[in-house]
């Protein structure tokens, strides 16, 4: 099955600061990478997507890569605010009709100082 | 639109007793619903996928007598934890899917369950 790395588990910046957290998945199949951003007590919420097609997407101060080849995906936020403060996981998926079966990173604690 | 309603978001119990949580998509046809765990400072795990209609698919080393899953229409799938235990104790979150749609699955506001 699926397994996917995600370093690193903590990052610290400074406000303005980028932040750059990667993942690496295993399963070749897998066609759909998310990136979630959790609060404490709250549930994920879905910041930037990519599918295999795509080597990067952005939004705004977000983006994501994709290298299929090497099997790894990065988040890039530039810009950093403290209200980017919270936890992020990454996930891989076989995105087929009717099902996505999502296997999530073991997250990142980004803290941003003012 | 695609919201996920869940409910309760919090439950405090005792030992032995059964507690039902449900996941309900308020505008759109879940034809799949995952349900996941997620203890402290750690990942989401996924439990099981339920497609409605159907029994759910239960992930490796999760007890399918213990968490029950039911997906009887396109709207509600429940998740009744039997008989839990302090070990039972953690943050229970669902997502939907529509399945004939090329979208990405929306995520309930969890439920954090606590077991004395």
């Known amino acids: 099955g699926e397994n996917v790395e995600q370093h690193p588990s903590t990052l610290s910046v400074q406000e303005g600061d980028s932040a750059v957290i990667k993942c690496t998945y295993s399963d070749s199949a897998s066609n759909y990478f998310p990136w979630y951003k959790q609060e404490l007590g709250k549930r994920p919420q879905l910041i930037i997507d990519i599918r295999s097609n795509v080597g990067e997407k952005k939004d705004q101060r977000i983006a994501v890569t994709l290298n299929k080849t090497a099997k790894h995906f990065s988040l890039h936020i530039t810009e950093t605010q403290p209200e980017d403060s919270a936890v992020y996981f990454c996930?891989?998926?076989?995105?087929?009709?009717?099902?996505?079966?999502?296997?999530f990173g073991t997250g990142t604690r980004l803290l941003v100082s003012p | 639109g695609a919201v996920v309603s869940q409910h309760p978001s919090r439950v405090i119990c005792k030992s032995g007793t059964s507690v039902k949580i449900e996941c309900r998509s308020l505008d759109f046809q879940a034809t799949t619903m995952f349900w996941y765990r997620q203890f402290p400072k750690q990942s989401l795990m996924l439990m099981a996928t339920s497609n409605e209609g159907s029994k759910a698919t239960y992930e490796q080393g999760v007890e399918k007598d213990k968490f029950l899953i039911n997906h009887a229409s396109l709207t509600l799938s429940t998740l009744t934890v039997t008989s839990a235990h302090p070990e039972d104790s953690s943050f229970y979150i669902c997502?939907?899917?529509?399945?004939?749609?090329?979208?990405?699955?929306?995520f309930g506001d969890g439920t954090r369950l606590s077991i004395l």
């Open positions: 997502s939907a899917r529509d399945g004939y749609s090329n979208q990405p699955q929306h």
């Open positions: 996930a891989a998926s076989e995105m087929n009709t009717g099902f996505q079966k999502l296997v």
